[in-house]
């Protein structure tokens, strides 16, 4: 059977809205929303390392405050650290955080056509935690980490709640 094409514009608009229609369908498919997510993840993890080493040195208090936390000496959990450590070895954590989180996403939304209902549960919860984070970074740290983890905490909902509708 041939299958004659037309070299009439007509012909060729429905493909283009066909076209159209797909790109849109797929950028609002959950794989797509939580990829999006997973990429403003590395947003935030960006950030987050790139405020390293998490304190400004350009005023003389600050300075004095992180000589302090270097100098102050305690013992925690058995274990004798400073102040600073602490404070630095958390930050460090948080962004291996962000990137593991970043790496679950991606493969989670390889797998979310194979059991979309589970992959709904699991991206709820995550999408719950940047609700949390969203509120925390509001509360206590900056505005730019709040915008993000709200921005994701929407897309992450949306994509939850289409995934749970699935059977």
């Not at 959950?30 to 390293?52: D, K």
């Not at 270097?70 to 291996?96: M, N, Q, T």
């Not at 939304?109 to 995550?126: E, K, T």
């Not at 509001?138 to 749970?164: D, G, N």
Request: charged content about 15%.
């Amino acid at each position: 059977m041939t299958k004659i094409i037309s070299d009439t514009p007509s012909s060729l608009i429905p493909e283009k809205k066909t076209n159209n229609k797909q790109l849109r369908d797929f950028l609002l498919s959950p794989v797509a929303l939580i990829r999006l997510s997973s990429i403003l993840f590395v947003m935030l993890t960006i950030g987050h390392t790139s405020a390293y080493p998490w304190t400004t040195d350009h005023d003389i208090q600050k300075k004095q405050l992180v000589a302090s936390m270097k100098s102050v000496d305690l013992v925690f959990a058995g274990e004798r650290s400073s102040y600073w450590s602490l404070y630095f070895g958390w930050g460090l954590y948080v962004a291996v955080l962000l990137l593991t989180l970043t790496i679950i996403l991606w493969f989670l939304s390889d797998v979310a056509h194979l059991a979309p209902r589970r992959v709904g549960i699991m991206i709820q919860i995550i999408s719950v935690s940047c609700l949390a984070g969203a509120y925390l970074s509001f509360r206590f740290f900056y505005v730019p980490p709040f915008i993000l983890l709200s921005v994701i905490f929407v897309i992450l909902q949306t994509t939850a709640v289409r995934l749970m509708r699935r059977t």
